[in-house]
C-alpha cells in the first residue's frame, strides 16, 4: 500500500511568486491536512481537507489556500511569496476525522525556500 | 503556559542507554500522539494512545490521564534512534492537533 506522497520534494521559489504543493494520501483516506513547520515555530495546522470540503482552518492569511480533488488528492497554493514562507510543508492523511482514533500518515515533506 | 510540554528539549546519549523522553499537558483530550522525525522532515507515527501503555519493538509508550502526562521509552538506543521525537495531543474540544516542540535525541556510537 502506497504510503502518502508529496511533490516536489524541494522547490525555490522568488518573492512575490505563487507556488502550488500537492498531496496523495493513501489510497481510501479522504482526509488531508497539511502543515508548515519552521524551525522557530514548530508544527503548525493550515488546514484541513475531507471529503473535498475544507473542515478546519488554522490561523494563516488568505494567501495560504487549498482544495481537494474528488480522487482525494489535495493541493495547496501560497500566492506573492514572502521569505517568511520558506517552511518544510506536510501532509497528513486519514481515513476519517484526522487523527481521532486512527494512526497519523505523514508524507515526506515538501521543503520551499523563498529567495 | 504552552497546553503541552515537553523535556528534555534535547538529549544526547551513548549506545545502549535507556532513554526517557516526556510529555506533559493541560488539557482534556481524547488521544495522545507519538511522532518521529528524521533530519529530512518525513514524519512517521510511533504510537497513539488513550490509556495504558503500548510497546513496539524497544519503543514503550505510556499514558497517565489523571496525571496527563505521558513518557516515551527507548531501550537499548541505537544511533539509528536519533531524530526528533514530537508529543501531538488531539484535544476533547476540537480537530486540531497540539504538538509538543519537540525532543532532539542523538544517540552516540
Known amino acids: 500500500k502506497a504510503g502518502v506522497t508529496q511533490t516536489p520534494r524541494y522547490l525555490i521559489k522568488t518573492r512575490g511568486q505563487q507556488v502550488t504543493l500537492s498531496c496523495s494520501p493513501i489510497?481510501?483516506?479522504?482526509?488531508v491536512s497539511w502543515y508548515q513547520q519552521t524551525p522557530g515555530q514548530g508544527l503548525q495546522f493550515l488546514f484541513e481537507?475531507?471529503?473535498?470540503?475544507?473542515?478546519n482552518k488554522g490561523n494563516f492569511p488568505g494567501r495560504f489556500s487549498g482544495r481537494q480533488f474528488s480522487n482525494s488528492r489535495s493541493e495547496m497554493n501560497v500566492s506573492t511569496l514572502e521569505l517568511g514562507d520558506s517552511a518544510l510543508y506536510l501532509c497528513a492523511s486519514s481515513p476519517g476525522q484526522f487523527l481521532v482514533g486512527t494512526e497519523a500518515f505523514f508524507g515526506q515533506g515538501t521543503r520551499l525556500t523563498v529567495v | 503556559k504552552n497546553e503541552v510540554e515537553q523535556s528534555p528539549q534535547n538529549l544526547t546519549a551513548q549506545e545502549g542507554e535507556f532513554i526517557t523522553i516526556n510529555c506533559s499537558y493541560s488539557v482534556g483530550i481524547s488521544a495522545l500522539h507519538w511522532l518521529q522525525q528524521h533530519p529530512g522532515g518525513g514524519i512517521v507515527s510511533l504510537f497513539m494512545l488513550s490509556s495504558g501503555k503500548k510497546k513496539h519493538g524497544r519503543l514503550i509508550a505510556t499514558i497517565n490521564i489523571q496525571e496527563k502526562h505521558s513518557s516515551l521509552h527507548i531501550t537499548a538506543s541505537h544511533p539509528r534512534d536519533s531524530a526528533v521525537y514530537i508529543c501531538a495531543l488531539t484535544p476533547d474540544s476540537n480537530y486540531q492537533l497540539i504538538w509538543g516542540a519537540g525532543t532532539k535525541l542523538i544517540i552516540k556510537p
Open positions: 489510497s481510501g483516506h479522504r482526509s
Open positions: 481537507y475531507f471529503s473535498e470540503t475544507q473542515r
